[in-house]
């Protein structure tokens, strides 16, 4: 079952919720889909970016149970293997997505904006899209902002919560947008939702 609509709407449109939507797009479009490509030699080259590359296979052989010492031979070495499975989108994500084991303020607010990919994507617009708008036009454009940050923020901080210690990104808009959610359905319980009903 997938919503594609609500009725009533607000008369006029809400830009606010239009512009988080074309923001998250514009992220994806000019971030993620770029450097979905695998890391190169290039990238190597640069001392910032090969320390986030040995950052990752850290903090994945520690995700793996074996946490790498300075005098392990692989804690400066970076196996061909993992270097083919990362992408230069992942070494994005291993910085602006929020990392429960390294608070990171700016991660915050980034992280609700990068998506892992398309469905992800979509799926979070699709909600902002269909119920923002009510949820903007009752709380005004600046109270709208507000509450869509900080709802987000809370649920971020609601995993690191669960997962103190995790070093394993978070990113998307999921939070946020179950915020809106929640505004929608205890403002405006009596609107009506048309679906797309999917029969297998």
Not at 130 to 139: K, Q, S, T, W
Not at 152 to 163: D, E, Q, R
Not at 187 to 197: K, S
Request: hydrophobic share 50%; net charge positive; proline share 8%.
């Amino acid at each position: 079952m997938i919503p594609v609509g609500d009725y009533p709407n607000p008369r006029s449109p809400q830009w606010v919720t239009r512009i988080l939507v074309g923001l998250n797009v514009l992220v994806y479009v000019l971030v993620t889909l770029p450097l979905g490509r695998p890391v190169d030699a290039d990238d190597l080259r640069d001392p910032g970016t090969r320390e986030r590359i040995l950052d990752m296979w850290r903090v994945r052989m520690e995700a793996e149970g074996r946490k790498l010492s300075p005098d392990d031979p692989y804690y400066e070495k970076i196996p061909t293997g993992f270097l083919q499975q990362i992408s230069k989108y992942d070494l994005v994500v291993f910085r602006y997505g929020y990392k429960p084991g390294r608070p990171d303020w700016l991660a915050l607010l980034s992280c609700m904006f990068l998506h892992a990919d398309f469905l992800h994507l979509f799926s979070n617009m699709l909600m902002l899209w269909i119920f923002g708008d009510n949820v903007e036009a009752r709380l005004g454009r600046l109270g709208y902002v507000v509450a869509y940050l900080v709802t987000g923020v809370v649920a971020t901080l609601a995993f690191a919560l669960v997962a103190p210690g995790s070093l394993v990104p978070l990113v998307g808009a999921s939070g946020a947008i179950s915020g809106v959610l929640g505004f929608y359905l205890v403002w405006f319980p009596r609107n009506q939702i048309r679906v797309l009903i999917l029969y297998f």
